[in-house]
C-alpha cells in the first residue's frame, strides 16, 4: 500500500518529504541489487560509416528492478555516484563487459578486432585504485588490453585533477584507448586538448540531433590534427548516415542501425554479419 502510494505521487518541486523517502528506498535498494544481480548491460554496436560493418559495442547497464521494471542509468547513475556505489557498479560493469568480450573473441575468432567500449564516471577516474583495478580485470579475462576502449566525458577530463591524470596515462601505458564521450559539449579548451593521452572524439548526439553539420566538420578537422577517430552519436535517420559518409566520419552508433541490446541479440547481430 504505502510503495503504491509512494509511487503514484507527483513529484513536488520543493520540500517534498516523500522525495526524500522515495531516495533513501531507492538508495537501499540499490545496495541489494548488486548482490541480487539485477544490474544487466545491453550493447549497441559502433559501426563503420562507409560499410556498416560492426567494430564494436558500448556496454550500457540497465537496472531490471523487480518491481518497478526496467530502469534507465539516467534514474540511478547520479545517485550511485552521490553514494559512492558506482565504484562497485563500475567494477561490475568492467568486468561483465570484458567477459562479454572474451566470449565474443573465442566464439567468433575472425573478429577478434572487436571491441568493447566501457563507460566510466567522474568518480572513477580520481579513484586511486581505478587503473590497476582495470589492469587485473583486462588480465583475468585475458583481454587484450587493446580491445579495451574507455567513455569519459569530456567534463570529466576538465576535473583535471592530478590522480585523474595519473590514471589516463597509466591507462595508456597498459594499452587501453580512451575516448572523450559527449565531445562538444564541455567547452575543452584546443591546447587542453592535445594535452590529454585520447584516441577517439564520440561527438555528442545532440549535433546530429539537431543536424549541425558545419559542427561535425570543424570536428573531423580538429581530430584529423589531433590525429584521433570520430565516432558520431544518436544517428536515427538515414540522411544523417548519408550526411556523416559525406563528411567523411569514420564511425558511427545510433538507433538507425541498432538500439542497445542484451548480449544474445548483440550474439545474433555478430554471427549475422559473419554470414554476409
Ligand atoms: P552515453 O554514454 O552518452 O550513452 C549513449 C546514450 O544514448 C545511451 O542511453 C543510448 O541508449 C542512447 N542512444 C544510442 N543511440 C541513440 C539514438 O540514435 N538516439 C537517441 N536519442 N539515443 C541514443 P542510456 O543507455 O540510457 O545511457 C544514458 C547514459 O547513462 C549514458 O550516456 C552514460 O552517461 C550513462 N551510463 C550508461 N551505462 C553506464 C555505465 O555502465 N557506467 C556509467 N558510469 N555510466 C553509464
Ligand atoms: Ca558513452
Ligand atoms: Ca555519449
Ligand atoms: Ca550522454
Avoid at 51 to 59: L, P
Wanted: proline share 5%.
Amino acid at each position: 500500500r504505502l510503495s503504491q502510494i509512494l509511487e503514484n505521487q507527483p513529484s513536488l518541486p520543493s520540500l517534498a518529504p516523500l522525495e526524500v523517502i522515495e531516495k533513501f528506498r531507492l538508495e537501499k535498494e540499490l545496495h541489494q541489487a548488486l548482490k541480487q544481480d539485477e544490474f544487466v548491460l545491453f550493447y549497441q554496436p559502433i559501426v563503420c560509416t562507409q560499410n556498416a560493418k560492426i567494430v564494436g559495442f558500448e556496454a550500457l547497464i540497465r537496472w531490471q528492478h523487480p518491481r518497478r521494471g526496467w530502469v534507465t542509468p539516467i534514474e540511478f547513475i547520479p545517485l550511485a555516484e552521490e553514494t559512492g556505489l558506482i565504484q562497485l557498479i563500475g567494477d561490475w560493469v568492467l568486468r561483465q563487459a570484458c567477459q562479454q568480450l572474451e566470449i565474443w573473441q573465442e566464439q567468433f575468432p575472425l573478429d577478434s578486432s572487436l571491441k568493447m567500449s566501457v563507460n566510466l564516471s567522474t568518480l572513477q577516474l580520481s579513484d586511486p585504485q581505478l587503473s590497476l583495478r582495470v589492469q587485473q580485470i583486462v588480465q583475468q579475462t585475458h583481454l587484450n588490453p587493446k580491445s579495451l576502449q574507455l567513455e569519459i566525458t569530456e567534463t570529466a577530463f576538465l576535473e583535471n585533477s592530478p590522480i585523474a591524470i595519473a590514471n589516463l596515462q597509466n591507462l595508456k601505458q597498459q594499452g587501453v584507448y580512451l575516448h572523450i564521450d559527449d565531445f562538444g559539449t564541455g567547452y575543452s579548451s584546443l591546447s587542453r586538448l592535445q594535452d590529454w593521452p585520447i584516441d577517439v572524439l564520440k561527438i555528442d548526439n545532440s549535433f546530429v540531433r539537431t543536424g549541425k553539420w558545419n559542427m561535425i566538420q570543424a570536428i573531423l578537422m580538429l581530430a584529423q590534427s589531433l590525429n584521433v577517430e570520430v565516432i558520431a552519436e544518436g544517428v536515427e535517420t538515414e540522411q544523417d548516415w548519408v550526411q556523416l559518409q559525406q563528411l567523411g566520419c569514420p564511425y558511427l552508433q545510433g538507433y538507425l542501425f541498432s538500439r542497445p541490446v542484451d548480449s544474445q541479440a548483440a550474439t545474433l547481430l555478430i554471427a549475422a554479419e559473419q554470414l554476409t
